[in-house]
């Protein structure tokens, strides 16, 4: 017997404790899981999934102009219409990590996030990231200075209510990691 909630919605105006909410998702996703599944091989299996789904949503949502490009055009989108932002990505490789300036706008945007329910991932491959978005090595189209991948944005359009099984699959990820107290989840972009 297991302890199913259809959709239930942490924001603070529904009366909803989201503590208590986080506690009761975690214990069913626990509740239904595997010995097999604890240990770990289903979290490999998952990871592939959302791997797959953010690919999904990236090269979907491309085409339809969709996608916020760089650390200060996304600030600028966040302050303009951030209810209008339906994923944050941040991106980093490994010389990234030392960037202190990089970091503290990660923190800021990440806080921004937070506080207006954007989901949030962070990504450790910006080659592949810049491969999916079409950017191929890390320039702009024109030839010009490569594209600031450190931050993406994924929006909706304003023309349909945007239904992506795959944005689905990512936003669930996202809810579930921070139920398991995990607000910024980690995904690694495999190389093709």
């Known amino acids: ?42 979290s490999e299996e998952r990871m592939d999934s959302v791997e797959k789904a953010l690919e999904e949503v990236l090269t979907s949502a491309l085409p339809q102009g ?15 219409d951030p209810d209008n932002v339906v994923l944050c ?17 990660f923190t800021l945007i990440q806080a921004f996030c937070c506080e207006n329910d954007i989901n949030i991932l962070r990504v450790n ?27 993406v944005l994924v929006t909706s359009p304003h023309s349909t209510s945007w239904k992506d099984p795959a944005l689905s699959k990512v936003n669930r990820f996202c809810r579930e990691s921070r139920c398991m107290d995990q607000w910024v989840p980690i995904i690694n972009l495999p190389e093709r």
């Open 89 to 105: 990505i941040l991106a980093t490789d490994d010389e990234d990590v030392k960037d202190v300036a990089l970091q503290i706008h």
């Open 66 to 80: 969709c996608i916020t490009v760089g650390v200060y055009e996304a600030a600028k989108s966040l302050n303009v």
């Open 1 to 42: 017997m297991g302890l199913k909630i259809k959709s239930v919605s942490c924001r603070e105006d529904t009366g909803i404790n989201p503590s208590t909410v986080c506690s009761l998702l975690a214990l069913d996703f626990m509740y239904n899981m595997t010995f097999e599944e604890l240990n770990g091989d289903y």
């Open 125 to 151: 491959n910006i080659r592949r990231l810049a491969e999916i978005l079409g950017g191929g090595g890390g320039g702009n189209k024109n030839g010009g200075e490569p594209m600031d991948l450190h931050c």
